[in-house]
Every structure is written in C-alpha cells, then in structure tokens.
C-alpha cells in the first residue's frame, strides 16, 4: 500500500516562507502525479499545486500566483512545497496526494488524485 508523508507544517509569521515536504513510499502506476492540497478550518479542500514525477511539469492553482513552487528529486521520492510571502489565508492543514496522470490536463486533473498522506499543518500569523 502507498503511503505519503508530509512534514514542515508549523506557525510562521505573514510575509515569510515555508518549505512542505512529501515522501512517498512507492511509486506505482498510479502515482505518475503527486500534488499538495489544503483545508482551511470550514472550508472546503482546494488544490494547490502538482507535479508529473516522470517529466516535471507542473500545474498550480490560481490563487497561488508564483508565491509557491512546487518540485521533486524523484531519487528521494520527495516533493516540496516552497511557499513564499505567506498570507493569513494561507493558514490550512497542507495534504500531500497521488494519483495517475490523464491525458490532457496531466496532473492537473485535480479530482484524480486518490491517495493521501495526514497532513501537515501551517498557521500563519501577524
């Protein structure tokens, strides 16, 4: 069974940046994408950003507009998260996910990512 782990998540102050960091146990077919999301208290899920571990390319919410990087070492099946000029509203637990990667939207098909780590939380603060 794949498993996903995340680390990173702590408490910083608005304006700074923070660096997520995902593990994956295995890659199997199912994993060609793996992604960052997050769920503010009452909100929904979102996504955040994905990335194709077999090529590179990347795929990001809007919201996110270049403030948050998103990248791989696939030797260390890892992926990071860089976020930058953090915001309030960027408060959330982060979850790390997987899933297979379609045809045209590639890993951007969000809705196709089926496996999750627990989370890690960030809090942003003044």
């Known amino acids: 069974q794949v498993r996903l782990a995340e680390s990173g998540g702590t408490s910083v102050q608005a304006g700074g940046s923070l660096r997520l960091s995902c593990v994956i146990s295995?890659?199997?077919?199912?994993?060609?994408?793996m992604g960052w999301f997050r769920q503010a208290p009452g909100k929904e899920r979102e996504e955040v950003a994905g990335?194709?571990?077999?090529?590179?390319?990347?795929y990001y919410a809007d919201f996110v507009k270049g403030r948050f990087t998103i990248s791989k070492v696939y030797t260390k099946k890892t992926i990071y998260l860089q976020m930058s000029d953090l915001k309030l509203e960027d408060t959330a637990m982060y979850y790390c996910?997987?899933?297979?990667?379609?045809?045209?939207?590639?890993?951007?098909?969000?809705?196709?990512?089926?496996?999750w780590g627990q989370g890690t939380q960030v809090t942003v603060s003044t």
């Open positions: 996910a997987a899933g297979p990667r379609v045809g045209g939207p590639g890993c951007g098909e969000w809705n196709r990512y089926n496996i």
């Open positions: 990335i194709y571990i077999g090529g590179g390319s990347t």
């Open positions: 295995e890659y199997t077919a199912n994993t060609d994408c």
